[in-house]
């Protein structure tokens, strides 16, 4: 019906009818179609979690409120990732029927699922959100090594470690990619470090995506940005499937958002920080984007930084330098309301996502 409107609009020459001629249209509509597939199946996931009794034992930290958590429902993750793979999958495999059937070429060109853009994407989000299903699951049941329940940080460490290296492989004997882009320098060649170097620039993804968890919507936030700016990056280098995906994400978290943030309704849990973390890396890695990465999300780097000094100052200092880690339980410890860590950590991630996206376009160079 749309597409006849515009048709309809285009013949009388008026204002918007050439909407389904932008390629930028694909992003929009991904962005509109995974927020309102979230927000449909969000309330009946909700419901499902708390009558299998899926909720979180939130570990005490003697920070107010915590304790008050412990219950609700986790795995919320699984509506950002699953949402995602249902909506690729219907654009390339039912949209392409509906253009035949109707004889309407423009469903077609929604189509955003190609191999040398969007498998590898979408292969580490459900892989990671497999994983983290596992991982929260044994968190709620209690089982594992892990105090309190769960995967133990090695194992999950080896779990990434292997999603990590398929991913390397597939970049550098794949689609031979052996470079890293310099913002405003250009590309360098670093040969096969360049798999070591991937595996970093995910495993730093996902492990401080993790970290970063911990408050009611502080993750689903910084994430939200991160995806944006990256959306905007790959459509200024022309990677317009992979565009659309990461605005599909960024649909998603909105959604996610609508019931996580504060009061949570329910928990990211693992399933969906380990997959948007990994995810978000080799998105990186594919707009050549490695270093703006950190500036994009330069909230993990502080995240996770805090938990190394933490840890390597009670190891062989005997002291804390933090009051807690990782950094906003820190904040949280100096009296600062949940909320207020909340706001304030979107707001950094936002001005340090502009400024990504900036040098990301502006520094880009000579894409490969």
Not at 36 to 54: A, D, H, M, Y
Not at 287 to 301: G, H
């Amino acid at each position: 019906m749309l597409y006849y409107l515009f048709n309809y609009l285009d013949k009388l020459n008026l204002p918007g009818a050439g909407l389904f001629g932008f390629i930028s249209f694909r992003a929009a509509l991904a962005l509109i179609t995974s927020l309102i597939i979230s927000i449909v199946f969000g309330k009946k996931l909700i419901n499902l979690l708390r009558k299998q009794q899926i909720g979180e034992t939130v570990r005490d930290l003697g920070l107010a409120g915590q304790v008050e958590k412990s219950g609700t429902p986790t795995m919320g993750g699984i509506i950002i990732w699953l949402s995602v793979l249902v909506l690729i999958l219907f654009s390339h495999y039912l949209f392409g029927y509906l253009a035949k059937w109707l004889d309407v070429n423009f469903i077609a060109r929604l189509d955003f699922f190609s191999r040398a853009q969007t498998w590898l994407p979408l292969f580490v989000l459900v892989t990671g959100g497999i994983l983290g299903i596992f991982d929260d699951w044994m968190s709620v049941k209690g089982c594992g090594k892990n105090k309190g329940g769960g995967m133990r940080f090695l194992m999950r460490f080896w779990w990434l470690f292997i999603i990590a290296g398929v991913g390397a492989w597939w970049f550098y004997y794949k689609l031979g990619w052996d470079f890293i882009h310099v913002p405003a320098v250009g590309d360098f060649g670093i040969g096969l470090w360049y798999i070591p170097v991937f595996i970093f620039i995910i495993l730093f993804s996902a492990i401080s995506s993790n970290e970063t968890d911990g408050l009611d919507g502080l993750n689903g936030g910084i994430l939200l940005f991160a995806f944006s700016a990256f959306s905007v990056i790959a459509f200024f280098q022309n990677k317009i499937d992979l565009s659309a995906f990461a605005a599909a994400v960024a649909g998603t978290l909105l959604a996610f958002l609508w019931f996580n943030i504060y009061p949570a309704r329910f928990f990211m849990g693992d399933t969906g920080a380990m997959s948007l973390g990994t995810t978000l890396g080799v998105i990186a890695m594919l707009t050549n984007s490695a270093l703006v990465l950190f500036l994009i999300v330069f909230i993990y780097v502080l995240e996770s930084g805090s938990v190394a000094i933490q840890l390597f100052s009670k190891k062989f200092f005997r002291r804390k330098v933090f009051l807690a880690a990782p950094l906003h339980h820190h904040f949280e410890a100096k009296g600062w309301p949940e909320p207020k860590v909340t706001m304030r950590a979107w707001v950094f991630t936002a001005v340090t996502a502009i400024m990504g996206v900036i040098i990301g376009i502006l520094g880009g160079g000579k894409f490969k």
